[in-house]
């Protein structure tokens, strides 16, 4: 099948935190007020019986752990962002995407590097393994031909075919998000994108029915 468009991005720490909340938002937030509820009423209940009787433990039970379970309920989407931005700091990589459209599927290739890591350059000879000094033949070597460094940027690709995947596209504030299978999310910035790129990005899902 034909190319439609090719784009690349990379996202910010706020972008990445902006992408998690409007996931939660979109697909967990009915059920969490469903069980809000639910355990409102429990406190409720136990909240009567212990007026009824503030001898009775239950209500005392009862109460304390429906509003443990349901202050619990907001806070852990809270907690598990932060350890989430948390590990993507200590990590330590960028990722540059490209996401390129086609008729029949989606393929996006990830480029990973290290985003603080100081890259040694070695020499190797009949003596062992050296470190290259400035000045010294190989580094003119080097400078003369940068393809004998080795890069070490990984690369993965997945491709999500239409036929086979359920996915929506919503366009907020800053952000195209495209949500794959109601359980993945990518965040395409709108500062990445041209004005001519970013109507033909949306139109492609808009033609799809992937909105």
């Known amino acids: 099948m034909n190319e439609t468009l090719s784009i690349k991005f990379d996202n910010k720490p706020e972008e990445i935190e902006a992408a998690y909340k409007a996931f939660h938002n979109k697909y967990t937030l009915r059920r969490k007020l469903i069980y809000t509820v639910i355990y409102l009423i429990v406190v409720v209940l136990a909240a009567d019986l212990v007026i009824r009787d503030y001898t009775n433990p ?73 470190p290259v000094e400035e000045g010294s033949e190989a580094a003119k070597e080097i400078a003369e031909n940068p393809d004998l460094v080795k890069d070490e940027t990984q690369v993965e690709k997945t491709v999500y075919r239409l036929a086979e995947t359920e996915i929506v596209m919503s366009d907020v504030k800053d952000l195209i998000l495209i949500f794959v299978n109601r359980s993945f999310i990518h965040a395409v910035p709108k500062r990445c994108l041209g004005t001519d790129e970013m109507l033909a990005f949306k139109a492609y899902f808009e033609e799809k029915g992937l909105i």
Do not use: H
């Open 58 to 130: 239950a209500g005392y039970i009862a109460g304390g752990l429906g509003l443990g379970i349901l202050v619990f309920n907001w806070i852990k989407p809270v907690l598990i962002r932060k350890k989430m931005m948390e590990g993507l700091a200590d990590l330590g990589t960028d990722e540059l995407y490209t996401m390129t459209l086609y008729d029949d599927r989606i393929e996006i290739e990830t480029e990973i590097t290290s985003a603080d890591k100081e890259t040694e350059i070695v020499e190797i000879n009949s003596r062992g393994v050296f």
